[in-house]
């Protein structure tokens, strides 16, 4: 069968497609940035900012990576249910209910607190296994973390603790690109790390450095760094790009389920709050805001020019001007304009100034990465040929005969 007709067979008339080599490229291009002594973690939490966290923990760990960070108890026992064997740090504090799960699958654990260290040692007695932990240490987010004072005392006696390993000491910037708040936070840590190494006391991976502060601080990269946002082809605000070059991995494509002539001065969509100027097509497409679609997160101004900055978007949104995502879709590479308001799963866009266009065909569309929708269908493909899919069931489809594209279940996912 037909590729296209097999994937949208398979996959619905929707998905996001993932460039493999895309993530291979950006994984190297980040480690040449850094000393042959530092490791590197590739953060793949939220599902790998949407890329999909099983492909995208291969494909990392086969470029090079040495760690995997995730958040919860649930995305560290996705990649273990994998097959996926590598160190994986969970970078965020679990309850207690939760901690014999994560000793039993090996997942690397952070301690911010000392009740959280001691709830750890206990798990680990009764599961009769060794926790592997890193400690956190609270420079500044004001997030989760041991104060600094803390840390000496409580990593001497852990150390004395059958169960316990004690591998890391790590704390994370609150805004990497605030240079002044950024050094303050290096500060406090390098002070937490000379204390340590004045008790002779030795963890063998410390670490602070995210994307951000990889790129600002290179003389902080210590023994590991954690890097996210870039391994999936985006640079951090405002930071140097150290002549960084990254590929994106990332399309999103639907294709057209319907077309429409309507004349002038017809409303359109809920609200009829957009009137057709003149007579036009219309395709509808479908995508809406339950995949993530269109959806802008705000957060509140907190200056004048973070609300000047509003203001202006807003008023260039009301115009009809907004360059913003999820207000445009590509048409064979031609932009067309979303009209009428996005709908849950459907929308619509104007293609009336586009000859041939085909109930069908394939389109593409912008979509912020980390709420698209878990549901939509991953496609991963390499040199732009599909191998493998996450169907909306979250079921992995293997392509086992490249000449037929046939998907077939696969194993050990
Ligand atoms: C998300 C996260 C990172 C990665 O941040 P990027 O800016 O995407 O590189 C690193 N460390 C922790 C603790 C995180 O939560």
Redesign the pocket.
């Known amino acids: 069968m037909e590729l296209l007709a097999q994937l949208t067979r398979l996959a619905g008339p929707r998905w996001i497609e993932i460039e493999a080599t895309a993530l291979e490229h950006n994984l190297r291009a980040v480690k040449g940035l850094l000393q042959p002594s530092t490791r590197l973690l590739a ?1 793949i ?1 939220a599902d790998a ?1 949407g890329a999909g966290a099983v492909e995208a923990a291969r494909i990392f760990l086969a470029a090079g990576a040495e760690y995997l ?1 995730v ?1 919860t108890l649930a995305e560290g026992r996705e990649l273990r249910q994998a097959g996926i064997t590598a160190p994986i740090l969970l ?1 965020s504090p679990l309850l207690p209910e939760e901690l014999p799960s994560a000793i039993e699958q090996d997942l690397t654990l952070t301690v911010s607190s000392r009740s959280g260290a001691e709830a750890v040692g206990a798990a680990a007695a009764m599961a009769g296994r060794q926790a592997r932990v890193h400690l956190k240490v609270e420079t500044g987010l004001q997030r989760t973390g041991l104060e600094p004072a803390e840390v000496v005392p409580l990593a001497r006696e852990m150390l004395a603790w059958p169960g316990v390993a004690v591998e890391g000491l ?1 704390s ?1 910037l609150a805004e990497a690109a605030r240079p002044a708040a950024a050094r303050r936070q290096l500060e406090c840590f390098m002070r937490v790390l000379q204390e340590l190494a004045a008790q002779q006391i030795t963890i063998p991976f410390k670490h602070i450095c ?3 502060g990889l790129l600002l601080h290179p003389e902080m990269h210590l023994d590991l760094v ?5 391994l999936y082809g985006q640079f ?1 605000y405002q930071a140097p790009r150290r002549g960084l070059t990254l590929k994106d991995p990332w399309r999103f494509k639907t294709r057209i389920l319907f077309i429409h002539e309507v004349g002038p001065g017809t409303p359109v969509g809920y609200g009829g709050d957009y009137i057709v100027k003149k007579a036009t097509r219309l395709a509808v497409i479908p995508v809406g805001y339950a995949d993530g679609f269109a959806l802008t997160p705000v957060s509140r101004p907190k200056n004048l020019s973070d609300l000047a900055r509003y203001l202006v978007k807003t008023v260039l949104a009301y115009l009809g001007r907004g360059g913003g995502e999820g207000t445009a879709a590509y048409v064979a590479g031609q932009r067309a304009p979303v009209v009428g308001r996005v709908g849950m799963q459907l929308s619509i866009i104007d293609v009336g100034h586009m000859a041939g266009v085909k109930v069908g065909q394939v389109i593409e569309l912008d979509l912020r990465r980390p709420t698209a929708g878990s549901r939509l269908p991953r496609v991963y493909c390499r040199a732009g040929r599909p191998y493998l899919m996450r169907t909306t069931a979250g079921e992995w489809l293997a392509v086992v005969r490249p000449d037929r594209q046939n998907f077939v279940p696969q194993a050990g996912i």
Do not use: C, D, I, Q
């Open positions: 953060v939490k900012y960070g958040t970078m790590y994370h995210n994307s951000t954690r890097a996210g946002t870039l951090p």
